[in-house]
């Protein structure tokens, strides 16, 4: 089976973007309202809410701001149909180094991160 990947590769630059730019109103236009992140915190499960994480983001300098060189790229893209899809990426926000897995679904809005789970190395 056969998707067109171009939509999920625009809200992947987007979420880049964002990420890289420290930009909240860019995140904030890729993630449903209802999405969580989830990742692991000294052994332990952390989940957190979009406006939470966007709060951490907000207040912290971006990998743009502090002139680190731009580190994002996408693994994989798996169409499963014209709705969902699963995208593992690598991104950044010094010093820590992220893989996240995403799970994005055409709405009626269009297409949204639903659920965000990751790891990160420190460097």
Not at 34 to 50: I, Y
Not at 64 to 85: C, L
Not at 94 to 100: L, S
């Amino acid at each position: 089976m056969s998707h067109d990947r171009s939509t999920i590769e625009a809200l992947i630059a987007d979420y880049f973007d964002g990420v890289y730019e420290g930009d909240v109103d860019k995140l904030s236009a890729v993630f449903h309202p209802s999405a969580d992140l989830r990742g692991l915190e000294n052994g332990e499960l952390l989940v957190r809410t979009v406006p939470d994480w966007l709060d951490r983001m907000r207040k912290q300098p971006s990998a743009k701001a502090e002139g680190k060189p731009r580190e994002d790229f996408v693994v994989t893209i798996d169409r499963s149909d014209e709705s969902t899809a699963f995208v593992k990426l690598r991104c950044q926000v010094p010093p820590r180094y992220f893989t996240d897995y995403l799970v994005a679904m055409k709405l009626g809005d269009g297409w949204r991160i639903v659920s965000k789970s990751y790891r990160y190395d420190l460097r």
